[in-house]
């Protein structure tokens, strides 16, 4: 029977103890008794290795043996038998084949992987660290929760008696000057203007993914999410504008048509199985649409005078980039100083400088240099000459082949996710809880308060995102099934569309973001924080509502809207 690495790394839990922590003290205490066990003892990772490779050479031999049957029996043979007692028709042996064939290829790069491991440091005691951390990085929930902290640190700090020394440290000046890259701003500026470049940048990523791979890659699947965000985004701006349609207040209909993605998907997070995963699916979609219009919003209608000649600089530098990667070209370093100087003109040039994240993530490819079944060949050789190379001891030549079938493992991946996958926790537990520490601070004191309660700019953005959002999302969804353009998700009703609707009424990050933008008075900024702080609060804790108490709920119960 061959060892399943994968399985075997993971924690051991009783049967009678799985609805419990599956995390115990002896669990830990037990792993770090074999891992002093193992130290001073490299020769059990070699054995591991060559039991890992002898499994993945029975495995792509008995897979390659039932392979040929399958040509046998599609090609010359007698319709395939899939069981004792029946014959299958033809038709059925195809979708095997593949299947097979998809299979030999994950078999080889999974035992590939594995003895990586097993070369460089015993690899279940690294699952059964490294795996629990790296989850609890890349969730969602998590990043919502560490800018929520950040945010309540900021209006813990701001009226509390260290208050000056907030506004101080934000503006504290950076400068920086070599010949034609200059800045000088202070740290408030680097962080929106920076910072949130790269938040951008990981927007444009999740955005061309979806678009090339995910819920918007068809019409068929983007059709809802985007009549959905569509409704999201127009029915906040009537709103506000109807509350702000003259003087200086009516810059500001951009902000209540922002949702925050990490609240979001957070709050849905917290309901389970209660939800369907088609509407964790179609909320995600939702908000990919939204920020692409939200990013659109702030190049067409927050771009102020623009300098054509640093625009003309950074549109250069964007065309450079782009034929280094048309051209095959793979050094971070080099794309790393040409996309600092490309949004250093940006910056320069009037137009916002976090436009400069999205166009670069427009770029990135979305296939990788290698295809799978190329791998899956070169694999196997270097497996059969690693095999040989354990064979003779030669440890050198076989560190040297695991290196290359790293070197191949990478090439397989495509740059777009693997860039996702790096920059996304950096972002979510760095650059965010930055941008709320640095923007989210507001003075609570009676006269602010109450200049807000009689603000139309208040009102404007609460109502816009509280009662705009799940009026305009519901109301186009139920527009476009009505006239057969898209059907609702399998296993969700029109209660799940209205609390999603609430949820997308949650606007922190973006909606700040362009409400400093959209405001140079910091009294009309304290107020549009107050009613977008006030109003995320309201549609995130009745979407929550809502879908708790029909998510559990047969969705064909629902009545005909």
Known sequence: MIRNHRVACQWAIPQAGRNQIPCHLQDWVKTWNQLSWRIGRPQIWWAEAREWLSGADRQLTHITNCQRKVRNSVLHGPPLSLTSNARQPLHFATPLLARLQHFEISCVKDRAENITEAIRQPAYIVRAVRGPIQSFIHTEEVGALFL??????????????????????????????????????????????????IFFFVVGLEIKRELVHGELS?????????????????????IYVLFNYSGDYLVGWGIPMATDIAFAVGILALLGR???????VFLLGLAIVDDLGAIGVIAAFYTEAINWTNLGLGVGFFVAIALCVR????????YLVMCVVMWQFFLESGIHATLAGVLIAAIVPSK???????????VKDLLHDFRLAMANKNEEKAQTIVAQIEKLSRETEEPLERLEATIHPWVSFVVLPLFALANAAIVFDADILSAALESQVTFGIALGLLIGNPVGILGLTWLAVKLGLAELPTGVGWRHILGVGFLAGIGFTVAIFIAGIAFKDPSLGDQAKIGIFG??????????????TVGSRNPDLDPEL
């Open 148 to 197: 929520l902290v950040a945010a309540a640190v900021a209006l813990v700090w701001i009226n509390s008696p260290w208050s000056a020394s907030y506004v101080d440290f934000w503006h504290i000046k950076i400068s920086f000057d070599i010949h034609i890259f200059a800045i000088s701003e202070d740290l408030r500026h680097l962080v929106n203007e920076g910072l949130m470049a």
């Open 535 to 548: 109003a995320s609060l309201l549609a995130g804790a009745v979407g929550y509502l809502l879908l708790r």
């Open 368 to 378: 990788p240099d290698l295809l799978r079944k190329d791998y899956a060949a070169a």
């Open 218 to 238: 068809t019409f068929r699947k983007a059709i809802l999410p985007v009549v959905a965000a569509v409704g999201g985004m127009s029915a906040p701006a009537v």
């Open 274 to 280: 209660r939800v369907p995963t088609e509407l964790r």
């Open 327 to 334: 051209f095959g070209i793979r050094s971070i370093g080099f």
